[in-house]
């Protein structure tokens, strides 16, 4: 069973940076796609950046170039580092991992998830 737990989430203003981890209690190593995701109140959860198993990255559009996903096998952390920050940005932060080769493209096909941890983003 793995559990997921984030941390790094908080309030900066526009243009600042942030650094979210998500600590694993089980393994999720290679054969395990985790990925970040974020959800406003009333919205469906989305998700920001994904990594396949064997370490390919993939971004939403509106976060590539500042958004950086990272998995640290030796520590079982997953991480997204968040520069730029815009208004926008602004939304509740959940960590995932799946059991599959490739970051699933449905929300029932992750089965592991953190308790999430707000982002926001001021002027």
């Known amino acids: 069973q793995v559990q997921l737990v984030e941390s790094g989430g908080g309030s900066v203003q526009a243009g600042g940076s942030l650094r979210l981890s998500c600590a694993a209690s089980g393994y999720i190593g290679s054969s395990y796609s985790v990925g970040w995701f974020r959800q406003l109140a009333g919205k469906e959860r989305e998700l920001v950046a994904g990594?396949?198993?064997?370490?390919?990255?993939t971004y939403e559009d509106s976060v590539k170039g500042r958004f950086t996903i990272s998995k640290d096998d030796a520590k079982n952390t997953l991480y997204l580092q968040m520069n730029s920050l815009k208004l926008e940005d602004t939304a509740m932060y959940y960590c995932?991992?799946?059991?599959?080769?490739?970051?699933?493209?449905?929300?029932?096909?992750?089965?592991?998830w953190g308790q999430g941890t707000p982002v926001t983003v001021s002027s």
């Open positions: 990594l396949d198993s064997d370490g390919t990255a």
């Open positions: 995932a991992a799946a059991r599959f080769f490739r970051v699933p493209d449905r929300l029932e096909r992750w089965p592991y």
